[in-house]
């Protein structure tokens, strides 16, 4: 069974950075997609950023510029820099993992890390 194992969030004042890592467990076969979500209080889940097996990323607009998204295939882990961390960006912070199979997608979720940054 896939897990996705987080790391590295925490509290940081406004300006500074953090480094997000998610690895992938339980399983031989490359995601085929990681990525990061995030769900503040009373707001729905978004996508912050994606990354592809080739290494196309994808990124919220609110993000560009300031965090990227990073993947080491060999140990099937995402890793996301956020750096210039804004008090919005406060929430917790989900990986996401997907594969396709046999025209099936399955899409796998870490347990949350939260990022707090203070202003």
């Known amino acids: 069974q896939v897990q996705l194992v987080e790391s590295g969030g925490g509290s940081v004042q406004a300006g500074g950075s953090l480094r997000l890592s998610c690895a992938a467990s339980?399983?031989?076969?490359?995601?085929?997609?990681m990525g990061w979500y995030r769900q503040a209080p009373g707001k729905q889940r978004e996508l912050v950023a994606a990354?592809?097996?080739?290494?196309?990323?994808n990124y919220a607009d609110s993000v560009k510029g300031r965090f990227t998204i990073s993947r080491d295939n060999a140990k099937n882990t995402v890793y996301l820099q956020m750096n210039s961390l804004k008090s919005e960006d406060t929430a917790v912070y989900y990986c996401?993992?997907?594969?396709?199979?046999?025209?099936?997608?399955?899409?796998?979720w870490g347990q949350g890390t939260q990022v707090t940054v203070s202003s």
């Open positions: 996401n993992a997907e594969r396709g199979v046999s025209g099936r997608e399955y899409h796998y």
């Open positions: 990354i592809s097996t080739g290494g196309t990323t």
């Open positions: 339980g399983t031989i076969y490359i995601m085929d997609v």
